[in-house]
């Protein structure tokens, strides 16, 4: 985790998703538009596999899952779903590595953590993984070892890149907090214990040890406090969801080292304020806890509120190209 902390993220990036279907213009758009911190891009217009839950569910270890009328359900062996979940993923990674080139620098790729997963995918009785304890401990541990695989295929192919791994939980808070529905939609699965949430969330942190984890939430309520303890080096949230109840937790994230990744651009198409503009509730939360300005570039990358599939591509390549303009305008002017 020491390590984590000492890691200088750059000013800028992308969450994961755009829109479209083509591996290789994704590639360029992700490349292009953040010259020191590329992602890999997911295109969930291309259909099931490709899809955030299908695309992870390629990476399980020894699980498999097959696509149902209800949802992404997990089964014995590996089907014609998770055959085109990973061939999908073969693409972009073809394609990433086209544009990547000698590239020597930070390079994210996304994959969905562990009670995400768990919430989305359905066991043999269509009930979802989460109201099966050890089928949640599985399920952890088979994302973990193909994520391990995952990233060193990824370094293979940019032995230059310093690679950050991002975790996708959206489900979390509604995991925390006994939210997610039932197969019959009438009931809720029971709130998971808060420490078996952090130890499953720790234990998919550390495979990439080698270098830091980012936790994404664009939901309301996101637990600073939890992920950082889980070893979270950052934590990338919608700007627009923070109340003045998040301060705290803020501003002990900030101090502790931890990066804010400031999602501050919206995700589908919406009038762009000027780069300032979008940055200045960033200035004001930083004013309002009391933080020195200089920190302000060293605490916060800049991305988009959450991922980009919703949108036009034309939008996309303007949101992209904004966030970077956006940090620009923080580090220039932090007052």
């Not at 014995?76 to 990674?93: H, I, V």
């Not at 950052?234 to 109840?245: G, K, N, P, Q």
């Not at 502790?256 to 200035?283: E, H, I, K, N, Q």
Request: charged share 20%; proline share 6%; aromatic share 6%.
């Amino acid at each position: 985790m020491s390590a984590n902390s000492q890691f200088t993220f750059a000013a800028a990036t992308g969450v994961g998703s755009l829109p479209g279907g083509d591996a290789r213009e994704a590639a360029k758009t992700a490349t292009g538009s953040f010259e020191d911190f590329p992602f890999l891009p997911e295109l969930p217009a291309r259909g099931p596999g490709a899809d955030m839950i299908g695309r992870t569910a390629g990476m399980l270890v020894e699980l498999y899952a097959r696509v149902e009328p209800s949802g992404w359900r997990l089964g014995d062996r590996p089907g014609r779903d998770t055959k085109r979940a990973r061939s999908w993923l073969g693409e972009d990674l073809d394609a990433l590595e086209e544009f990547t080139q000698g590239y020597e620098g930070q390079l994210k790729v996304q994959a969905v953590g562990p009670w995400t997963l768990a919430a989305a995918l359905e066991l043999r009785n269509g009930e979802s993984a989460l109201s099966d304890a050890g089928a949640c401990r599985d399920l952890a541990g088979s994302l973990a070892e193909g994520l391990r695989q995952h990233l060193a295929e990824v370094q293979r192919r940019v032995p230059g890149a310093q690679l950050v791994l991002q975790l996708d939980e959206p489900s979390l808070i509604a995991v925390l907090r006994g939210q997610v529905r039932t197969a019959s939609g009438y009931r809720t699965h029971g709130a998971v214990d808060r420490q078996v949430v952090e130890s499953a969330l720790r234990d998919v942190v550390g495979v990439h040890a080698d270098g830091p984890v980012v936790v994404h939430s664009c939901a309301p309520d996101v637990p600073f406090a939890l992920l950082r303890r889980a070893g979270a080096a950052a934590i990338s949230f919608d700007f627009s969801l923070l109340t003045e109840r998040d301060d705290d937790a803020i501003g002990e994230a900030v101090e502790g080292g931890t990066r804010l990744f400031a999602g501050v651009v919206p995700g589908t198409d919406a009038a762009l304020s000027d780069p300032a503009g979008s940055v200045m509730g960033v200035r004001t939360l930083w004013r309002r806890l009391g933080l020195h300005p200089g920190l302000l570039a060293e605490a916060v990358t800049v991305t988009p509120a959450c991922g980009l599939a919703g949108a036009s591509p034309e939008y996309a390549r303007r949101a992209l190209a904004h966030c970077v303009q956006a940090a620009r305008s923080l580090a220039d002017n932090p007052e």
